[in-house]
């Protein structure tokens, strides 16, 4: 049996000065317990935008899997390993902190462009603590032009060696008329992020997981979703901009891509949602840690 909770946009944290708006899912300004705070593998999960020119200068991280989605505008990140690039929307990075690593975000648009940043940013912990630094990056725009024409979502980062959960429950994979790149390797084992660019009138399915963190980026979608067990009623949800779905198969001892029913959602208005995906939490993983 699962349980499903929504998260109003309203309920976000809000972090605001002059130039960066940050509307936070968790706690992410202040001292913070990140994994006494977070919900499945996320600890971070932050929407932003910048104004032109601005942004955050060279800072530390440290045995954290960043993963960064760009909605609107240009991002230009440098870091301490040398590498000093811009990401555009449709670009997804991630980094793998591990013992220790520095980097910049800004605008990449000058001060006197009107041009915004929006960025998505999510931090999850790592299976193994202070490993070599990496990165990657990856161009997803042709993946956004299949999902509008399609409502299928396609898969921006993975644990190394999950097995997607499109392809455990046989629902729709990506035509070949497309070559998808290859996922962004993240060191958390345990989760994949999804994400669906879909047109109005348009419908998606996503298969369930122990945790499920289903946010709305843009637009407006509703959620249908029922379970195997005899009895259960159909439920049918609403979500706007900003809001999360949280849903929570952890008491399942069973797989849940196979117990549970998907999740059918339809963009009343041209949506972007980020879906994921995860086998266990950063508070379990704490707990065998000890």
Do not use: C
């Not at 946009?9 to 705070?37: C, E, H, M, Y």
């Not at 999510?122 to 409502?151: K, Q, V, Y």
């Not at 849903?247 to 891509?257: L, R």
């Not at 998907?262 to 379990?284: E, G, K, N, Q």
């Amino acid at each position: 049996m699962s349980t499903k909770t929504i998260i109003p946009a309203s309920d976000r944290q809000r972090w605001k000065d002059s130039t960066v708006d940050s509307r936070q899912s968790f706690p992410a300004t202040g001292n913070f317990d990140l994994i006494d705070n977070s919900w499945g593998l996320l600890m971070i999960h932050n929407d932003d935008v910048v104004s032109p020119g601005e942004g955050f200068d060279m800072h530390q991280h440290d045995n954290a899997e960043i993963v960064t989605w760009i909605m609107d505008g240009s991002l230009r990140h440098r870091d301490s390993e040398g590498t000093d690039t811009i990401l555009k929307a449709g670009h997804a990075q991630a980094i793998s902190a591990g013992r220790g690593v520095r980097h910049s975000e800004v605008n990449a648009a000058g001060f006197t462009s009107s041009a915004t940043l929006h960025v998505i940013q999510m931090w999850l912990p790592p299976d193994e603590e202070n490993t070599d630094p990496r990165h990657g990056e990856a161009d997803f725009t042709e993946s956004i032009t299949h999902s509008r024409g399609t409502g299928e979502f396609f898969t921006v980062a993975v644990g190394k060696d999950r097995a997607p959960f499109a392809n455990r429950m046989n629902l729709p994979q990506t035509d070949s008329s497309i070559t998808p790149p290859t996922p962004l390797s993240i060191g958390s084992a345990g989760a994949q992020l999804d994400i669906a660019h879909l047109e109005e009138g348009k419908s998606s399915t996503i298969a369930t997981s122990h945790y499920v963190h289903l946010f709305v980026a843009r637009g407006t979608v509703q959620a249908k979703t029922a379970g195997n067990t005899p009895g259960d009623e159909e439920e049918n949800l609403t979500l706007s901009e900003g809001d999360v779905l949280r849903i929570d198969n952890s008491a399942n001892s069973e797989d849940p891509a196979n117990s549970e029913e998907p999740i059918t959602l339809t963009a009343s208005a041209d949506a972007v949602i980020l879906a994921w995906h995860m086998d266990y939490s950063a508070r379990d993983r704490k707990q065998r840690a000890k």
